[in-house]
């Protein structure tokens, strides 16, 4: 895997893998993968409990996966994505970086949508330039492991054939 920095936190990004696709969390970091045939460019946003947010490209492209392995990226982080490409309606391409958009394969979501006008695209000339960070859905990322502690699953009758 290559490393590069983003946005000066000195942390590394590294190519990562197409699959799964999602945000997926490895007990060190996590990879962010996501589909996309028209997208030119794809930022993913970590979004900070205090507003704050880091961008970071997604450069590496398999089978139309973006994808990226973020070390030291763990449960709880926010997330969404910024997809660049071609404005084409009649065509069904929207593409807007300007819209903050919730990972379709996010396990998790938090906030809450406030029909905000920034939410809404109009199928214009142009992509609408409203942001819409801070109005939308947010994928989290989670731990796919579950410590059952002392607890056992329930007494349920094996089913007979």
Known sequence: MTSRP?????????????????ADFDGNGTNFALFSEVAHRVDLVLLDDDGGSRDVP???????????????VGPGQRYGYRVHGPWDPAAGHRCNPAKLLLDPYAR???????????LFERAGE????????????????????????GDRPPSAPTPTR
Not at 6 to 22: D, E, I
């Open 108 to 118: 998790a979501v938090d906030g809450q949508i406030d029909n905000h006008a920034s």
């Open 58 to 72: 997604l450069t590496e492209v398999d089978g139309f996966v973006w994808h990226a392995y973020l070390p030291g």
């Open 6 to 22: 983003y946005r000066s936190t000195g942390v590394s990004a590294w190519s990562g893998r197409p699959y799964p696709l999602g």
């Open 126 to 149: 142009r992509p609408d330039p409203g942001d819409s960070a801070g109005h939308t859905l947010l994928g989290v990322v989670t731990d796919p492991a579950f410590d059952w502690g």
